[in-house]
């Protein structure tokens, strides 16, 4: 996620030249339009509930999903890996095992847990991708669910057979799912970053339109005002 500026502008100008063909799976029409629901999304009669998900840099999805109506905190760190490697000069190099993820805490009687997967299937990435989003590559970029429940693997699973089978994308999802072991918040600078940063090349070009994505998509689940970690 940290790219020169040159790389920045040559990335930029290939999206505006290229965009119908700038990922080799799904085609542009396949991403940022609403997916069907969940069939299978049971109700969760806890206060809270907590998931999850890796799908790129997490500035993005942690910027994203604090526009969520429902979401009551969202944290940006590692997941996949061990502990002592939950740091990102470690995690960069691709070798630990660790996605860079986000911890969405949530009020499951305001947005379920099928919701978040609706709108992080449409909105939030390309689900088709493997080991990579947008300019960043690497296994720490893998589109991931670590399941925090029995339940929750059991909607994943069900939801990625369900887009599958009615090949919403031109090809298939590639997100894993597997149980959560552990997750370890990221350093401090990288928490709000997007908020932080709004001028940030990287966070136009890569972030800001998920954010867009989201208010024009899913205006029913869309928030104006965030849910920042510094109000915590």
């Not at 290939?14 to 940022?32: K, M, N, Q, R, T």
Request: proline share 7%.
């Amino acid at each position: 996620m940290q790219i020169k500026p040159l790389y920045l502008v040559m990335a930029a100008a290939g999206i505006a030249v290229a965009s119908p063909f700038w990922s080799s799976h799904a085609s542009a029409g396949d991403l940022d339009k609403q997916v069907p629901a969940a069939v299978s999304d049971p109700a969760n009669p806890a206060a809270s509930e907590t998931a999850v998900l890796a799908g790129g840099c997490f500035w993005g999805q942690q910027g994203l999903f604090e526009h969520v109506k429902g979401v009551t905190k969202v944290v940006a760190g590692y997941s996949g890996g061990e502990r002592a490697t939950a740091r990102y000069p470690l995690v960069s190099t691709s070798t630990t095992g660790h996605a860079e993820s986000v911890q969405i805490t949530f009020d499951p009687h305001q947005v379920t847990f099928g919701q978040i997967l609706r709108i992080y299937f449409s909105v939030a990435h390309d689900p088709t991708e493997v080991n990579r989003q947008g300019p960043d590559e690497g296994t720490q970029y893998r589109s991931e669910i670590f399941a925090a429940s029995p339940e929750q693997e059991a909607t994943a699973k069900a939801y990625i057979a369900q887009l599958d089978g009615a090949h919403v994308f031109a090809a298939p999802i590639a997100t894993k799912v597997e149980p959560l072991k552990g997750f370890y918040p990221a350093e401090d600078y990288h928490q709000d970053y997007l908020v932080q940063n709004p001028d940030s090349s990287y966070i136009r070009i890569n972030d800001l339109p998920k954010i867009e994505a989201l208010k024009q998509v899913w205006p029913e689940f869309y928030r104006a005002r965030p849910v920042l970690l510094a109000q915590k």
